[in-house]
Nanobody, 124 residues
């Protein structure tokens, strides 16, 4: 299983869409999600899209600004980010797992597959 994602540089208040492509997933029933890690901080859960298409957001600070979506036919998960702030600057990681229980979604050690991380920089 391989996950590839692409980020970028954006100004405060701007928007950016992250996309992640999953290749060779062993099952069609898998969850996909996003974590982020800022310098000197722990990795934190941003959002997940269950195989049932239920959306779960981990951070109150992003619920109104970020939207996670998936194109199942293309094995792609996207994170549309708007009204970006400098504190959103971080490495963003795409992740995938088959059959996670709800209480494990925010635990990075529970996820099996990880992308290489893509840097999002929000300039002030």
């Amino acid at each position: 299983v391989q996950l590839q994602a692409w980020g970028g540089l954006v100004q405060t208040g701007g928007s950016l869409r992250l996309s992640c492509v999953a290749s060779e997933m062993p099952s069609s029933r898998y969850d996909m999600g996003w974590f982020r890690q800022a310098p000197g901080k722990e990795r934190e859960f941003v959002a997940a899209l269950r195989w049932t298409n239920a959306r779960v957001y981990g951070l109150d600070s992003v619920k109104a600004r970020f939207t996670i979506s998936r194109d199942g036919a293309k094995n792609t998960v996207s994170l549309q980010m708007s009204s970006l702030k400098p504190e959103d600057t971080a490495l963003y990681y795409c992740t995938a797992h088959a059959g996670l229980i709800y209480s494990s979604l925010s635990n990075p050690t529970a996820w099996n597959y990880w992308g290489q991380g893509t840097l999002v920089t929000v300039s002030s």
